[in-house]
């Protein structure tokens, strides 16, 4: 019961956040794609990055890597300068594979609101309890407010267009809402390219 609820209430995300900077926490500085090429640079292994990329540009992300670490030893300008034109090529490619946008390296501690830094734990710590209790209280609470409204409204003045027209988009709201919900659920083994968002 506890994965259906999980699965369902990943939608609220989906839904409430179309925002990019919560599907694009890869394009942090403390994102895991730069974090995955900062381990490339410092262990001399282009494979921790290379797991973030699609096999179509994979050439050119080793292209710019043995150029980065041909002249990041020149100085620290050149360091700094190198390593942030590694990252930026990472991510751009790392989003290009995503068929979303590239909008620049974005600053480390961003807020990304509590269900990707949850997720992210859950991963590290082996344990989906927190990430379980936020994205419960969030869907479960999205879900009361849209019925709410859908109850308060629907006995509108039936010779009142305007009031009706308010009840149906409300009720359309509620019924996608519901429907989105359950898609979700019956979708859990989708695509790895459809559900392989950062």
Known sequence: MKTKIINIAAVLIFILVSNPQIYAHCDGLDGPVVQAARMSLETGNINFTLIW???????????????TLSVRDLSPEA???ADNYFFETVVRLHRMGEGESYTGLKPAGRDLGPAIPAADLAVEKNS??????????????KLN???????HMKNFDKNDVDAGREFVETYVNFI???????????????????????
């Open 53 to 67: 990329i699609n096999k179509e540009s994979a050439e050119e992300v080793n292209k710019v890597f043995q150029k």
């Open 176 to 198: 996608h809402f519901a429907e989105k919900s359950y898609q979700l659920n019956s979708d859990v083994h989708v695509n790895h390219e459809e559900q392989h968002k950062f």
């Open 128 to 141: 989906l309890e927190q990430l379980q209790n936020i994205l419960q209280e969030s869907f479960q609470a």
């Open 79 to 81: 360091k700094e300068l």
């Open 145 to 151: 407010e849209l019925f709410e409204k859908v109850i």
